[in-house]
């Protein structure tokens, strides 16, 4: 399994348009068309990708240049990467919506946003018991009311986080977690220590959406390291997968950092 996050920039070819957070919606079409020119069957293993997309895509830093930022979560991972990278070499530029940019040379090693990891890169000796996310597109959270009925949260409790996680992590087929790490957060065993959250609202091409931004810092109040372990490495899946739902249109793009 690998585990690929890596930045383009993007400049619009218009004079004095821009690109907004919002334009993220577009950018799954666009990169699934650029793969698909260039390996079709690449293109159709992404596009039947329906629950659990294994692949994240974000507008970050949005205005005159932008990156667009983009995750891949397979086997192939690596491959996804070089066919995107190949077919921006033959023509670099992607459409976002109505808006056409030049793309710029990718980055996988070098920002913030970008790096190539493993499910041991996920899960190291070291533990921290403070864990901050900061949430950088807005964010939502879907949950179940007690009539099965679908709605979604604007507070990123710790049950509801890393329950989500450990979702994508098990869809992924990765390590086994404590089969207790679901009680132990419910319990008290992980707290939010300290959170700025402010919630956002903007207008899809579809409707109008409201998320939260901002930061939380989460801390592991109960010695048991086994847990904490497995907290962190969901938190690490998180710089990859996002938080919360729409993370392949442009929602739920995090930041991590793992301290004592």
């Known amino acids: 399994m690998y585990f690929v996050a890596m930045t383009l920039p993007l400049r619009p070819q218009t004079p004095r348009a821009s690109l907004k957070i919002t334009d993220g919606v577009y950018a799954h079409a666009a990169v699934h068309h650029a793969i698909s020119a260039v390996d079709a069957d690449l293109g159709r293993a ?5 629950r ?47 808006t056409l940019c030049d793309v710029g040379p990718a980055d996988l090693t070098s920002s913030d946003w970008a790096g190539v990891g493993t499910w041991a890169d996920l899960m190291p000796e070291s533990v921290g018991r403070h864990m901050r996310l900061a949430f950088l597109t807005p964010t939502a959270i879907t949950k179940r009311d007690a009539q099965g009925g679908r709605f979604t949260a604007l507070y990123p409790e710790p049950s509801a986080v890393f329950a989500g996680l450990a979702r994508r992590w098990q869809s992924l087929a990765g390590p086994e977690l404590p089969a207790d790490l679901e009680q132990f ?14 919630t956002v609202q903007f207008r899809t091409t579809e409707r109008t959406q409201i998320g939260f931004t901002g930061w939380t810092v989460y801390e592991c109040r109960q010695d048991s ?16 997968a996002g938080i919360g739902y729409q993370t392949a249109r442009g929602m739920g793009a995090v930041q991590v950092r793992i301290s004592d």
């Open 46 to 50: 992404l596009h039947d990708m329906h």
């Open 52 to 98: 659990h997309k294994r692949m994240s895509v974000a507008l970050v830093g949005p205005g005159q240049t932008t990156r667009l930022r983009l995750t891949f979560m397979a086997p192939d991972g690596l491959r996804y990467a070089n066919a995107l990278v190949n077919a921006l070499s033959a023509r670099p530029a992607l459409c976002l919506g109505q």
């Open 185 to 198: 957060v419910h319990g008290g065993g992980c707290v939010i220590a300290g959170h700025r959250l402010r």
């Open 225 to 240: 390291a086994a847990h904490a372990a497995a907290l962190n490495a969901l938190v690490r899946l998180a710089f990859f």
